[in-house]
Nanobody, 115 residues
């Protein structure tokens, strides 16, 4: 059974940093790309960053480019999202995602950026 479990969210001041983690189980982790999405209150989920199975390529959406870094540890079945220079508009619930025979999602971790 596929499971994705996010952690690392919390309350941080503008300009601060957080490092989100997502532990995966139930599939051959290193064979699949992993994604981070976020969802603002009352809106749909939007893609934040993607990393290939081998971890050799990553892509970022414009709002986070240069501030966020996605990485993975295939020995620990874990994908990370290092978030620096956080802004209030980064406040959202962040979800880990992968596409196997269907899309799988974690339950999310809440990030709040406020002074």
């Amino acid at each position: 059974q596929v499971h994705l479990v996010e952690s690392g969210g919390g309350l941080v001041q503008p300009g601060g940093s957080l490092n989100l983690s997502c532990v995966a189980s139930g599939f051959a982790f290193s064979n699949y790309a992993m994604n981070w999405y976020r969802q603002f209150p009352g809106k749909g989920r939007e893609l934040v960053a993607t990393i290939t199975g081998a971890g050799d390529q990553s892509n970022y959406e414009y709002p986070v480019k240069g501030r966020f870094t996605i990485s993975r540890d295939n020995k620990k079945n874990t994908v990370f999202l290092q978030m620096n220079s956080l802004k209030p508009e980064d406040t959202a619930v962040y979800y880990c995602n992968t596409l196997l025979w269907k899309a799988y999602w974690g339950r999310g971790t809440r990030v709040s950026v406020s002074s």
